[in-house]
């Protein structure tokens, strides 16, 4: 049997092993769409992670298998954001201090500054990359400049246990590299983006620094691809909505987390996929299934 027909067996005794939905007394209803459409995923083989919260009480909404630790792809590039934005709060970082590139930062796929000429950015800078297109040159030049020690310490401070930046980000991931860039858990990255919006994380400012470098993310490709907005254009409220999120992307790893508030609620969520990438119908059906969730959201908060 190969590695990967090993893997894919795996996957589905862990969907058959779990029916993971779990929906808290009082839910609305609503939830029922995304719940089923996660189900139907779960079956397959996918295996998913999701948690929503009512964002002013608390109150858990829905959870799918929320405590197990997924990888999340980009979604650890927040913890980096939040030690660069504590280090600029404290004076230990300025945000005009230039930051060169180098050869060794260099890893492809997401992010423009690849694709320019300039050679240095300032620290601000290179987090709204991060933030707008979940740069990944800018990434690793700013944890080159923090280290990923400090992140872990700044993670662990928060309290969280389930969720890590592990790694710089790689082209190629050999065996002495971490398997994942970032793992982490839908319960505790719902707490984390929740305490950024109550200005919790460090201090108020250090929470509004991340928050506002967030919200230039221009990826709704997935959960947030059902709340009609314009993601070159949403940093104020469109038809009473407003959205601050991250996403995760890699082979077979589809994830996102963010804020969600509209006329009615707030809303904090997270979901997680990890599944067989090797066909297209396989990615679109999760891509759906995350979607599906993005409409239950919706519905809640407007």
């Known amino acids: ?11 589905a005794r862990q969907a058959s092993a779990r029916r993971g939905r779990h929906r808290a007394p009082g839910a609305a209803e609503s939830f029922s769409r995304g719940f089923d459409a996660l189900g139907r995923l779960a ?53 005009l201090a230039h930051l060169d590139r180098d050869p060794r930062d260099v890893a492809g796929e997401s992010g423009i500054w690849q694709h320019l000429h300039v050679p240095s950015l300032p620290v601000a800078d290179l987090a709204a990359l991060v933030g707008a297109s979940s740069d990944n040159l800018a990434t690793n030049v700013l944890l080159r400049r923090v280290g990923l020690e400090a992140v872990s310490a700044r993670t662990e401070s928060l309290g969280l246990t389930r969720t890590a930046l592990l790694d710089l980000v790689r082209d190629h991931r ?29 201090n108020p400012a250090t929470s509004q620094r991340v928050i506002s470098w967030l919200s230039l993310n ?33 082979a077979g790893v ?17 979901v997680s996929t990890y599944f067989d990438d090797t ?4 990615r679109l059906a999760v891509i759906e299934g995350m979607r599906a969730v993005g409409l239950d959201l919706l519905e809640y908060v407007f």
């Not at 691809?225 to 940093?235: I, N, T, Y």
């Not at 066909?279 to 396989?282: A, F, M, N």
């Open 254 to 270: 589809r994830s996102e987390v963010g804020v969600l508030r509209g006329p009615r609620a707030g809303v904090t969520y997270a």
């Open 218 to 250: 221009s990826d709704f490709s997935l959960v947030s691809s059902a709340f009609g907005l314009d993601p070159h254009s949403h940093r104020h409220p469109e038809h009473g909505i407003l959205l601050v999120n991250k996403t995760g992307t890699d």
């Open 1 to 11: 049997m190969t590695m990967q027909a090993q893997e894919s067996e795996r996957r």
């Open 43 to 95: 079956v397959g083989g996918v295996q998913v992670s999701a948690r929503a919260t009512d964002l002013s009480t608390g109150a858990v909404l829905f959870s799918v298998d929320d405590h197990i630790v997924m990888p999340t792809a980009s979604i650890g590039k927040v913890l980096l954001l939040v030690e660069v934005a504590a280090r600029l709060q404290s004076g230990e970082l300025s945000p």
């Open 174 to 202: 050999g065996p002495d590299d971490a398997p994942q860039l970032s793992v982490g858990s839908a319960n505790e990255l719902t707490w984390l983006f929740s305490a950024l919006a109550r200005g919790e994380i460090v």
């Open 279 to 282: 066909s297209l119908p396989e």
